[in-house]
């Protein structure tokens, strides 16, 4: 691991006032992964400030929001609280039977009227004698917090500037905790706190940031000295499959696995096969070291009470018989973890949640995450790579040492805990849910990303034009965040292309739910100039195409064994027949007689199968703004200008049809609102006759 680099800008520091100041320092300290993973961790400045009603200056606490990320928070991120009144706090503390009721007392501390609930760690900050405090969760300490000698080490590395504190969870005792050593000794600059962390303090902002560095770069060239000649995890059992074997796996596995697991709630994958995991999953103690779960609560929480190792031999296994396996594989994992929570529940205890893993290692090939979003899955991989980091350096140098049972359990199923996830908003309509949308870069396709994206789901969009497939996916993903959307370049009538979008979607969120047909093409010729090349281009994309990627999606919907939603982006001209359109006509109605019959054959596995006939979709189409245009009007003997006029005024309902509308239409149809409907057709075309379909 490599030095960790002062990045503090005296002057930039200089232009900022100190609530802004201790911003500065949180995003430096969760920018980097080796300091703090994602949410773990908190900061605090002391700031004096005039009380709005006695327009008196106050001392006010300024503290990570409960929640919060410190790498990426704003400054309505931090809790504010008058520091005389949490002060006060300590006459009510009854002990420590009763310290959870002190959190209810949190919001009668708030400066302000300040909306950012106060985090259980506000204590922590808050007694400390110190003006500025961070509270850190670095690889390379939290190996010394879950050695088996963690004391003895904290002491050799650091002597007396550093201390040390046994486990307890964090709360109003540990806060006093906290107080009485800092009060104890005055010349430390901060504590190592078995199995969980470290703190770290000082008088002005910069001094507290630069010390947190100091002391975590002392352990990082402590634990390179200590380790030079120590061959980590007792050394590799397999060796990893190349890259492109890894990925043919993960899409293989991560299908199957999720058809087990997200019956009851819908799950999002991730996968990763960085060095880090590829080592761990590769070594001699995988199993034992897996077993005994993580120690900082922060990834205890992420990644549940351990990993699920899948028995695969890289060199001279069957994939096959792994897939056959799984099933009893997680039937066993869910069994382990019922007893794990009836050995530890409590008279209070919440009811038992989600008993499937979230972790999955696999030899050779790397680990796979499942969480309810894409964003939860991936952060719960950094999460276990944190962990995998600290069980690499606690078992070289010592013994690694993961949560008592009981401790664990009491955090997961903290009631505290339960009172947050209670307060989670709803989840949005299509959370967890993955779709393929082709045709990702028109109109019509980029008007359907954003409306499933907007609902939740993940998205991947494909398109043969990389260039409007870049700039459609920067804007999407400066809406929902790059964890949601995906994109790849993928031509419908290329059966290998197509495999490997199925494959690509299937690494990246563990399979799919929804499938959006969109990709589409137009020509207008009278019959006698339609030429055999306009005719089969038609039919590839418009007919084959759609059977293509139908196809795969079903491959994969059956393997999960899920469902699922497909909804072809047809047209009126599929209903009616048109002038000068013979060869897009023809092929928009074998498209729809296509979704037909996948109707029928999808239904006895739950995949509907359904069709959105749009009609004279000028705005913001591809296929509008080239010859489609001027074939059209020429069809209809008029200036290509006076087209969309025409159009409006031809519907019984006199409106035009914009991509929005026909978005709103295949939402419907792949959402639970449509969940008994399959082999439909809704025409949206603002009322046309001829494409009546009763």
């Known amino acids: 691991m490599s030095i960790l680099e002062n990045k503090w800008d005296d002057a930039v520091v200089a232009k900022l006032d100190l609530p802004a100041e201790l911003l500065y320092r949180s995003n430096l300290l969760g920018s980097d992964m080796r300091i703090t993973n994602f949410g773990g961790g908190n900061t605090s400045s002391k700031i004096n400030q005039v009380d709005a009603l006695t327009k008196l200056e106050v001392e006010v606490l300024w503290v990570k929001g409960s929640g919060g990320d410190v790498g990426t928070m704003q400054l309505d991120g931090f809790a504010t609280l008058y520091m005389d009144k949490l002060r006060a706090l300590k006459g009510l503390y009854r002990g420590i039977e009763f310290e959870d009721e002190m959190v209810a ?10 909306s950012r609930a106060a985090s259980i760690d506000t204590a922590l900050h808050a007694y400390l004698p110190y003006d500025f405090v961070d509270h850190m969760h670095p690889d390379a300490i939290i190996a010394i917090a879950a050695a088996k000698n963690s004391k003895a080490l904290t002491k050799q590395i650091y002597g007396a500037r550093i201390g040390w504190l046994p486990w307890k969870k964090p709360g109003f005792e540990l806060g006093l905790m906290l107080e009485k050593f800092a009060t104890d000794n005055p010349d430390a600059d901060g504590v190592v706190l078995e199995s969980h962390g470290l703190f770290t303090w000082g008088h002005t902002g910069k001094a507290c940031y630069t010390t947190t560095l100091d002391i975590i770069n002392i352990a990082i060239k402590w ?14 059992k397999f060796n990893s499959l190349a890259a492109d074997e890894r990925q043919t796996i993960a899409a293989s596995l991560m299908p199957e696995i999720r058809g087990h697991i997200a019956q009851d709630i819908s799950k999002v994958g991730h996968f990763s096969d960085s060095p880090e995991v590829l080592e761990f999953v590769n070594s001699a103690e995988l199993k034992p070291l897996a077993a005994l779960g993580t120690s900082c609560p922060d990834h205890f929480l992420r990644t549940k009470i351990c990993p699920l190792v899948i028995d695969f031999d890289p060199q001279n296994g069957d994939i096959a018989d792994v897939v056959s396996g799984l099933k009893a594989s997680i039937e066993e994992y869910r069994q382990g973890y019922e007893a ?13 949640r989600d008993p499937n893993a979230v972790v999955y290692l696999i030899p050779g090939v790397g680990m796979i995450t499942f969480a309810n979003n894409k964003a939860t899955a991936r952060i719960s991989a950094e999460f276990y790579t944190n962990a995998i ?25 903290w009631l505290l805990e339960e009172a947050k996830l209670q307060r989670m908003p709803k989840p949005k309509s299509l959370a967890g849910r993955v779709a393929l949308v082709t045709g990702g870069a028109g109109g019509i396709g980029s008007a359907v990303s954003a409306r499933l994206l907007a609902e939740g789901a993940c998205v991947l969009l494909t398109d043969i034009d990389t260039e409007a497939l870049a700039n459609v996916s920067e804007n999407l993903t400066a809406i929902f965040g790059a964890d949601q959307v995906r994109t790849m370049q993928m031509n419908v009538t290329s059966e290998d292309q197509v495999k490997q979008s199925f494959d690509e979607i299937s690494t990246q969120y563990g399979g799919i739910d929804i499938l ?6 137009s020509s207008s010729a009278p019959i006698e100039d339609t030429e055999l090349s306009d005719w089969n281009r038609n039919m590839d994309i418009l007919a084959t195409g759609y059977f293509l990627v139908s196809r795969e999606a079903f491959r994969v919907m059956k393997r999960q064994g899920l469902g699922g939603a497909i909804v ?14 013979a060869a897009y006509c023809t092929a928009k109605a074998a498209e729809i007689h296509l979704a037909r019959c996948l109707a029928l054959e999808g239904a006895p596995m739950q995949i509907r199968v359904n069709t959105v006939n749009p009609d004279a979709v000028l705005a913001g189409s591809k296929i509008w703004t080239g010859e489609w245009r001027k074939q059209r009007a020429a069809a209809y ?38 969940s008994k409907s399959t082999g439909n057709i809704i025409n949206v075309d603002a009322g046309n006759a001829q494409s009546f379909t009763r």
């Open 637 to 674: 003997n008029m200036d290509p200008d006076g087209l969309e006029e025409h159009y409006r005024k031809r519907s019984l309902l006199k409106r035009s049809v914009l991509p929005t509308d026909i978005a709103e239409a295949a939402y419907f149809l792949v959402s639970d609102q449509s």
């Open 516 to 521: 959006v047909s969109n990709a589409g093409i």
């Open 568 to 581: 072809f982006i047809a047209s009126k001209n599929g209903l009616a027949a048109s002038p000068n359109a």
């Open 340 to 352: 794990y929570y009836n050995r530890c529940k409590r008279a209070d205890s919440p009811a038992m």
């Open 105 to 114: 007392m949190l919001p009668h501390c708030t400066f302000n009227l300040n």
């Open 223 to 236: 634990f390179e000295t200590e380790t030079k000649n120590i061959t980590a995890f007792g050394g590799a």
């Open 389 to 413: 980091n600290v069980m690499r350096g606690a078992s070289s140098v010592s013994t690694y040492v993961g949560l008592d049972e009981q401790e664990a359990f009491d955090i997961e199923y």
